[in-house]
């Protein structure tokens, strides 16, 4: 989108990645941004109204209760509605673009005043896509996170006794999915960041890409460990996966994990601009499929590799572009993207690996820096 046409957002910067990334302010509560003539605007409480001052100079920054004051006379249930029709009369604006998650009633409710509200098919920040090099450094700082959140799962893994029954001991209790899930995400708060449904799925649950993991960790099984934080300073997210077993892997366990590596050096040579996303990830199903890990259905669940190579990082964990089969995406200079090709098969195990890549004119560069080792 062009920065000269006019758009709306109303949302709250915690949860709205447009809003947050239009604003660059965290607001707990909703409020109104828009742009006109090149220039942003937002509208706050009074709660809001000396820190946005402070801290967003690139927008106009207007009181909330001076237009709730300005509209009191004529009406006695001022809506946000009519504050942004005040607003939007005054400056003869009476078109705006706003994005696919904006509230229904209220665009009900501004074209009853007679303001034409369009969505923006291709988004209101299309640039978001590519990345600054301040942004990358924000990535990578999510991605430190993630790292201590690991490496403090890892130690406890490393620190678990074998029990009789093959079951993981932790300080003379069962370790399971929930207490390593716990130790992960305090390490991560304590390193500033927030984890959000930390994966830890050990066995035959490791064949469930989705399944977080629950019960008792058992040795001598695959545990995947996938982490995205989220920075609770900057608002972006790191993301990273990595698939270990406490004690020793079979033989199959093994050829699976060396696969999956090497599927993602596969997958890392492809990142070049203005290579298709979806030949990313054909390039990857095609290796797993010559070295004869094939993907289908089998007793009513799916084996091999039945999700997408890789997604777009940044305000979002999962957004532009995507490597996926069905993907219209081009990459191109500055795009950041997991690369997590995995293969899941019931009976032997899950091995998912996840690092972060930007793409630059010579090819990905690896934001990632944590090591990969199977055996713990």
């Not at 009181?63 to 509209?71: K, N, Y």
């Not at 993907?295 to 799916?302: E, I, L």
């Not at 990082?313 to 957004?319: A, I, K, S, W």
């Not at 930007?358 to 560069?365: E, F, L």
Request: aromatic share 6%; charged share 25%.
């Amino acid at each position: 989108m062009k920065d000269s046409e006019n758009v709306l957002i109303v949302a709250d910067s915690e949860r709205d990645s447009n809003m947050l990334y239009a604003v660059g302010l965290f607001v707990a509560d909703p409020f109104i941004y828009f742009r006109h003539d090149a220039k942003p605007h937002i509208v706050v409480s009074d709660l809001e109204i000396g820190r946005a001052k402070r801290k967003v100079r690139h927008c106009r920054v207007i009181s909330f209760t001076q237009c709730l004051e300005r509209l009191g006379r004529k009406s006695k249930r001022p809506s946000l509605a009519a504050i942004i029709n005040l607003l939007f009369r005054e400056r003869h604006l009476r078109k705006v673009f706003v994005p696919a998650n904006f509230p229904h009633g209220l665009a009900r409710e501004l074209r009853n005043y007679k303001i034409k509200v369009r969505i923006k098919k291709d988004g209101l920040f299309p640039q978001r896509e590519f990345k600054s090099a301040d942004e990358l450094k924000k990535i990578s700082g999510a991605l430190i996170m993630a790292e201590v959140g690991l490496a403090e799962g890892i130690q406890a893994l490393k620190a678990s006794k074998i029990g009789r029954d093959g079951k993981l001991q932790y300080h003379g209790v069962p370790l399971t999915s929930e207490k390593l899930r716990a130790v992960i995400d305090i390490a991560i708060l304590q390193a500033g960041g927030v984890a959000a449904r930390t994966i830890v799925a050990g066995g035959s649950q490791a064949c469930d890409p989705h399944e977080q993991g629950h019960g008792p960790l058992r040795a001598h099984e695959t545990i995947i460990l996938d982490v995205f934080p989220r920075s609770q300073k900057t608002g972006y997210f790191g993301d990273i996966t990595r698939t270990v077993v406490r004690g020793r892997a079979s033989d199959a366990v093994r050829c699976l994990y060396e696969t999956v590596a090497r599927a993602q050096e596969v997958a890392f040579a492809k990142l070049l601009p203005k290579t298709r996303a979806l030949e990313v990830h054909a390039a990857v199903q095609k290796y797993f499929d010559d070295q004869g890990y094939k993907t289908g259905r089998k007793d009513s669940r799916m084996h091999g590799f039945f999700h997408g190579t890789g997604h777009g990082l940044g305000l979002d964990v999962r957004e532009a572009p995507s490597l996926t089969p069905h993907s219209h995406d081009i990459l191109a200079v500055g795009q950041v993207v997991t690369v997590e090709p995995g293969l899941y098969y019931p009976g032997i195990g899950g091995v998912r690996l996840a690092d972060v890549a930007t793409v630059t004119p010579q090819g990905a560069r690896n934001l990632t820096k944590f090591e990969k080792s199977l055996e713990i």
